[in-house]
């Protein structure tokens, strides 16, 4: 099975030196304790450009609700603390959060990217910014779903899911993508080069950034591009930053200062 196609209408922005990325933070909505780690991260950060988060900000998001608990209260306060203080807050969807939305982005100020976005970075350098997921072309059956969940009906009804309900139906989600992951072999749910290189010559972009596999990996790619997936939030090399030459650097995002 092929990759999704690549948007051809993806955003495209300007990334100054200093700008940061982190992916996977799996936050829990209901756990304030649960989002320390990101609220002490995000005031560390002040002062940076821009911050991009490259989806699975939350490990569940049913609808605009889910802002009231404390743990997306405490985050949402977070981004919008940086959004004030003039970073600009870059949140793409993925496979856990991609109901995040227009209500989401009044709430924090930040720019809600589904698709993913391109960038220029501060060398000139063009990147493509991605969760990830898309990449997974050996996994058919999480391609089929993928594009049943994101479609237009489901949307619409989880945007008037009560709270109650919509958290009963992400548990339930949840429980059935841990049992379905643990019984694919490696090769099948990884992040596939070959879909990576493809989608980097399509946007016409030498790099691609991506989350979703939880482990750090950096790699040539056949046409000449390269493949960089960032470690989850808390792992190792979980935090990219532009470099004040526009080049890319991977670090530990508990260290950044």
């Not at 989002?35 to 950060?45: N, S």
């Not at 870059?90 to 991609?98: A, K, T």
């Not at 997936?229 to 670090?251: C, M, Q, S, T």
Request: aromatic content about 6%; hydrophobic content about 45%; charged content about 25%.
């Amino acid at each position: 099975m092929r990759a999704p196609d690549p948007p051809r209408d993806l955003p495209v922005v300007d990334l100054p030196a200093g700008t940061l990325a982190i992916a996977d933070l799996h936050l829990d909505p209901a756990s304030a304790e649960h989002a320390r780690p990101f609220v002490d991260f995000a005031a560390r950060a002040r002062g940076a450009p821009a911050l991009l988060v490259l989806g699975d900000f939350f490990d569940a998001w049913v609808g605009i609700a889910h802002a009231e608990l404390p743990g997306a209260a405490a985050t949402v306060a977070a981004c919008a603390d940086l959004a004030r203080e003039g970073t600009a807050v870059h949140v793409l969807h993925g496979n856990r959060d991609f109901l995040l939305d227009a209500k989401f982005e009044r709430l924090t100020g930040a720019r809600v990217h589904p698709r993913g976005m391109l960038t220029t970075l501060a060398g000139g350098e063009r990147c493509l910014w991605i969760h990830g997921d898309e990449l997974c072309t050996r996994d058919h059956a999480y391609q089929r779903l993928r594009r049943v969940l994101r479609s237009g009906p489901v949307r619409g009804v989880s945007r008037v899911l009560p709270l109650p309900v919509g958290r009963a139906v992400a548990r339930r989600l949840r429980g059935a993508s841990v049992q379905a992951v643990a019984a694919k072999l490696p090769e099948e749910k990884s992040i596939q080069a070959s879909a990576a290189d493809r989608w980097c010559r399509e946007v016409g972009a030498p790099r691609v950034v991506c989350g979703h596999a939880h482990e750090y990996r950096d790699e040539a790619l056949d046409g000449g591009g390269r493949l960089t997936v960032l470690g989850a939030f808390g792992g190792d090399r979980d935090l990219a930053v532009v470099g004040a030459d526009g080049g890319l650097e991977f670090r530990s995002a508990a260290a950044h200062r």
